[in-house]
């Protein structure tokens, strides 16, 4: 292994000043000829995710430490998805940032990253991915299901289901203060199919986390014992150099986006698995998840999609069972972090035959196909994503509508309950200026709210259009990240209250009729907004490089060389 070593203009000298601050530690020199594993230490009590992570953190060192490494545990920034203003997704290219240079500059061989949170895993498999220094992930892991008068309660589809009920008049004030005391039960990251475990699956799919480790609870000894092994397989992993770039490959991405689909997961990781995949040279397009989503059923009965949540999943078995009974589907050859094949790895997974229902065979699934679709028109050439499984209305799935336009997330909240309102049950709710650029960050703020003089009619489901985004564990007919967004002068922003509206998700289409003289016309007219808020600092650099959702909200500066220089972004 070649050791990195801090440079003075002198490299004795750059060696022995190293050393010597180094036994502070209680090593001594010849200790560091070990494998040296860092420990991406994301423990926050602000980021509440990831605030038990802390036992993990030492078992991980004690794995380390049994296979014959020297475990270094270092910061990075942590967010919270609940916590953090004005979105988190603002802040995962930073997160992606530090945790990349962190790897690359330390003078570590190896690191384990301790992720969980929505945008944690991703920033961290993005980081991995550029650093290319061997790397495993671990998550903290989701929470336990929750439990309210006999009924199982899932952080967050029941926050929103629950708050909408609240608005319609059927939900109490004390009856919504209990189910608040017990939406978030335990440690753990959101415990249904949202974002959080959906990026989780992915990465155990890719290979990239220990089989099992993406489902076990927060609050099970077995999170511990994984933590030890991952611990143990990091220090093989630098022995053997094996990197990121050798596992995240074409087919692992592939695997990865079929276990998004089994899953009935997040719209959010389409963004994410186009954000990893590029920082490695690999040019996903959305079309790839429309031709693998025609032929992926959906096989986890696990909300928002199905009934039942992560610690049911994890029951049965979790992403070895999964991948095991859609293993027809999966390039099986490839390597992963245990140092073998996943072919090898599927070897004794298998699925709790007493958990039949949240793990459908394939001759029998939830859904044949079709967990996600990408949908292409004038409103959104470039595409825009849609999870037709977690619709409440699934007539909507083919619906036209005259268009009712919020210019703004700030526009919507001050009109979208306002009783003169004009909307109807039939109309399709446009948000504009909600995408990467326009909020900026591309908020959580797609399943925009049902008027609450409809909930009172009891309308629960509309189309609803915008360039942003939404939690995993959100539901309805929501068309989502139309590209290019409003604010860079995407059609999206070009719809004006009136136009009608067709959308046809199965036939992938989603347009604004009207003619193309009129956009045109409409076009010329477009002036990009002059933005008042963040005139300085970190957001500010996020208006000006990020790239827009279907090419993974990435930023242009941080993709390999070689794609700038096809984008003209370097010389
Ligand atoms: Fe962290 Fe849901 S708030 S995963």
Redesign the pocket.
């Known amino acids: 292994m070649k050791k990195r070593v801090t440079s003075y203009g002198d490299a004795g000298f750059s060696q022995f000043i190293q050393n010597a601050f180094r036994k502070h530690l209680g090593y001594d020199e010849e200790d560091y000829e070990k494998p040296i594993i860092g420990i991406c230490n994301t423990y926050s009590e602000i980021?509440?995710?990831?605030s038990h992570i802390k036992p993990l953190i030492q078992s991980v060192k004690n794995g380390i430490l049994m296979a014959g490494g020297i475990p270094l545990e270092f910061p990075t920034i942590s967010i919270?998805?609940?916590?953090t203003s004005p979105t988190t997704m603002l802040y995962r290219n930073l997160v992606a940032m530090d945790t990349e240079e962190m790897i690359s500059a330390q003078p570590i061989d190896g690191v384990v990253l301790i992720g969980?949170?929505?945008k944690?895993t991703p920033a961290q498999l993005m980081a991995a991915a550029s650093a290319n220094k061997p790397a495993i992930l671990l998550t903290g892991g989701?929470m336990e299901n929750g439990e309210y008068n006999g009924k199982t309660l899932g952080?967050?589809s029941d926050c929103r289901y629950y708050w909408q009920e609240y608005k319609a008049g059927e939900v109490s004030d004390e009856e919504l203060k209990q189910i608040n005391n017990r939406l978030?039960p335990t440690a753990?990251?959101?415990m249904v199919m949202?974002?959080?475990?959906t990026i989780s699956v992915c990465a155990e799919a890719m290979g990239m986390m220990l089989p099992g480790a993406a489902a076990a609870p927060a609050t099970v000894n077995e999170r511990l014992r994984l933590a030890k092994e991952t611990g143990k397989k990091i220090v093989e992993l630098v022995k053997n150099e094996l990197t990121p770039a050798k596992i995240m490959t074409k087919e692992a991405i592939d695997n990865g986006i079929r276990a998004l689909l089994a899953v009935g997961g997040s719209t959010n990781a389409v963004i994410h698995l186009i954000a990893i995949a590029r920082r490695l040279g690999i040019p996903l397009e959305l079309k790839r998840f429309n031709e693998l989503s025609e032929t992926t059923p959906l096989l986890a009965n696990l909300r928002p999609a199905g009934e039942y949540q992560m610690e049911d999943f994890y029951h049965a078995g979790g992403v070895p069972a999964l991948l095991k009974e859609m293993a027809s589907l999966l390039h099986l050859d490839v390597m992963t972090v245990t140092g073998t094949t996943l072919r090898e790895n599927l070897e004794q997974a298998e699925i709790n035959p007493a958990y039949r229902h949240i793990i459908k065979s394939m001759e029998s699934p939830l859904y044949e196909n079709g967990a996600l679709k990408v949908v292409y028109g004038n409103l959104a050439p470039n595409g825009a994503v849609i999870k037709p499984k977690a619709v409440i209305n699934p007539k909507l799935l083919r619906h036209r509508g005259k268009a009712v336009v919020f210019t703004s997330i700030a526009d919507m909240e001050e009109r979208i309950n306002d009783p003169n309102l004009e909307v109807d049950p039939d109309s399709v709710l446009i948000l504009q200026n909600a995408g990467p650029v326009g909020a900026p960050g591309m908020p959580e703020a797609g399943m925009i709210p049902i008027p609450e003089k409809l909930l009172k009619q009891g309308v629960r489901d509309m189309v609803r259009i915008s360039d942003c985004r939404m939690?995993g564990?959100a539901f309805g007919t929501v068309v989502l990240h139309a590209a290019p967004e409003a604010a860079v002068g995407g059609p999206i922003g070009l719809v004006r209250d009136g136009d009608i509206i067709e959308l046809d998700v199965p036939k992938g289409e989603l347009n604004v009729l009207i003619s193309d003289e009129e956009m045109e016309k409409r076009r010329a007219s477009f002036s990009p907004p002059q933005f008042a808020d963040f005139p300085r600092g970190y957001p500010s650099l996020y208006r000006k490089h990020v790239l827009q959702a279907d090419e993974g909200c990435d930023f242009d500066f941080l993709l390999p060389v070689e794609i700038q220089k096809e984008k003209g972004e370097v010389g």
Not at 194 to 197: L, N, Q, R
């Open positions: 980021n509440r995710c990831h919270g998805e609940m916590f969980g949170c929505d944690m989701p952080a967050c978030a753990g990251h959101c949202g974002s959080a475990s939690s564990t």
